[in-house]
């Protein structure tokens, strides 16, 4: 089955510095791979979409930015973070085919921009 | 107007209640609709998926799509303290990955 890592769990930092969160799948290959970002008290918001390595779907105008250098690797990355980033970041991927509109999560990164 | 409206909570109701969660949405075109169930600091899981309208059964829960009114309900039988997390409704339309999300119901069964 397949398995979707997260790191780091939590994170502080402070307004002004890089980011660089990682996600690595397991158990399937080639997916269609997401991030979002979820506020506190609100549904969560696509950032970005990859249907393969090097493919890069970007669904909002923000500082942040997505790679995909490996096929289940995907890393969402910002030069300077904002208050604003802050919120829980979830790397997803879809269950392809048909399904590709059935996904299943991470356990997401929690980041505190202060 | 948001594409899809969710009651944001708390609903506390005792243990061994009939839970009834719902969203309404405002796009006609949507089709397939999900449910997501989400526990405190973890990432969500698919709980229920259904197509069009009409209901499904999984054990305790009973997904149900009413598109003539564009109101979708997730019922939950026999309520367990383990139930308690937040619940996500999510739609989208045919052939598209992005799905709409509404903003969740935070649910708390009392023993």
């Known amino acids: 089955s397949q398995t979707i890592h997260q790191w780091p769990a939590t994170l502080v930092q402070p307004v002004g510095s890089p980011l660089s969160l990682e996600c690595t799948v397991e158990g399937t290959s080639n997916p269609n791979l997401y991030w979002y970002r979820q506020a506190a008290g609100r549904g969560l918001q696509l950032l970005f979409y990859?249907?393969?390595?090097?493919?890069i779907s970007s669904e909002v105008p923000q500082n942040l930015s997505a790679s995909r250098p490996q096929d289940r690797q995907f890393i969402l990355s910002s030069k300077k973070l904002l208050l604003s980033d802050s919120g829980f970041y979830l790397c997803?991927?879809?269950?392809?085919?048909?399904?590709?509109?059935?996904?299943?999560f991470g356990p997401g990164t929690r980041l505190t921009v202060l | 107007q948001k594409e899809v409206e969710q009651d944001p909570g708390p609903l506390s109701v005792p243990e061994g209640a009939i839970v009834s969660l719902n969203c309404t949405y405002s796009n006609s075109a949507f089709q397939y609709f999900m449910w997501y169930r989400q526990y405190s600091r973890k990432g969500p899981e698919l709980l229920m998926y259904?197509?069009s309208s009409g209901n499904k059964e999984d054990g305790r829960f009973t997904a149900q799509v009413d598109k003539s009114s564009k109101y979708i309900s997730l019922f939950i039988r026999d309520s367990q303290p383990s139930d308690s997390a937040t619940y996500l409704c999510a739609m989208t339309l045919d052939s598209n990955y992005q799905l709409i999300w509404g903003a969740g119901t935070k649910l708390i069964i009392k023993p």
């Open positions: 997803a991927l879809d269950g392809g085919g048909r399904s590709y509109n059935e996904q299943f």
């Open positions: 990859s249907v393969g390595i090097g493919q």
């Open positions: 259904t197509y």
